[in-house]
């Protein structure tokens, strides 16, 4: 059989994604139900940009199922580095392993390695494109903040346009009834038009800012930061320019509603300031654990292994 794959968070519907985070809160209450549902079988990751949470998250995940891991955390040292394709290693890691999770810095590529696998591929990141299991541990991280999607009102800041957990995270909101958009970024790093033109056919209501105050902020349940990425810049000084222009302090944390929580894909470097760390409507740290649980339910999924009744 065909194996399945996980390329964007539109690959799954709606329903399967509630699934999906039932598993996840289920592994949170009961862990050891699931410490033997991977015995015998290998995830490999295949980074060939740099990661600490996707990657060891993804790590973490499988080791917490029983399973084993293998791979590499970059490009060069990997053959990747003499020229071999994305098609050909994943040939090849298809006899090594069961399931593969794939980082790459050219959008698409492990959309390539997929039609070339026999095992599922995960895409952990490709480029400024997607981010889908970014986006699961978001929306994971949203419904047991807020217990649903339905008309919620999601800001969204910093690097818009690069910002390729931004771009899964629109996506998969887009399917939830009421959902509306506060997109907030400098000029330069507005939203791509695909994804604006995506929202606006489905009639989704947008607003779009540069500032981050009080008018912004006002009304929204969730304010996903994210962080200008210097890796994105094809010059130094652009970055520089626009790398502080959103700093998220506990003054303006002040201005922001009660019940309304900060999420950030993490790495963080100068957009939240670190006094708002203790502020109860920081949640970027419990964001990073909830991605241990909804990357152990993937990985169960695409497996087709459940626990044993
Ligand atoms: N959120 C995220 O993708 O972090 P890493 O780049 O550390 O994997």
């Keep these: 059989m065909a194996p399945r794959h996980l390329m964007s968070p539109l690959d799954f519907s709606v329903d399967e994604l509630e699934a999906l985070m039932d598993v996840a809160a289920d592994i949170e209450k009961n862990p050891e139900k699931y410490a033997h549902v991977c015995d015998g079988k290998k995830l490999a990751t295949l980074f060939y940009e740099p990661s600490t949470r996707t990657r060891l998250s993804f790590e973490a995940a499988m080791l917490n199922l029983g399973g084993k891991v293998l791979g590499f955390s970059s490009a060069d040292s990997s053959s990747a580095a003499k020229g071999e394709s994305v098609a050909d290693t994943i040939r090849v890691i298809s006899c090594y392993a069961d399931i593969a999770a794939m980082r790459h810095p050219k959008e698409g590529a492990p959309l390539v390695a997929s039609l070339h696998s026999r095992i599922p591929v995960i895409n952990a990141g490709d ?80 607003r779009e800012d540069v500032r981050l105050d009080e008018s912004t902020m006002k009304d929204l349940d969730i304010l996903y930061m994210t962080r200008v990425q210097r890796e994105r810049f094809f010059n130094e000084e652009d970055y520089i320019r626009m790398k502080d222009f959103y700093i998220l302090d506990s003054e303006k944390m002040r201005l922001a509603p009660k019940d309304m929580y900060i999420l950030h894909p993490l790495p963080r470097v100068n957009e939240i300031s670190v006094d708002v760390d203790n502020d109860p409507r920081a949640k970027y740290f419990a964001q990073a654990q909830y991605g241990v649980y909804i990357r152990m339910a993937l990985i169960m999924n695409l497996l087709g292994l459940a626990p044993e009744a």
């Design 127 to 206: 480029g400024g494109h997607q981010h889908p299991t970014q986006t699961l541990t978001d929306l994971l991280t949203i419904r047991s903040l807020k217990g649903h999607f339905d008309g919620l009102k999601i800001g969204l800041c910093g690097d818009l346009k690069f910002g390729r957990t931004v771009h899964s995270l629109m996506n998969a909101l887009s399917r939830y009834p009421g959902i509306s958009f506060t997109l907030i970024s400098p000029e330069e790093l507005r939203i791509p038009s695909y994804v604006r033109d995506a929202m606006k056919a489905l009639g989704i209501p947008m």
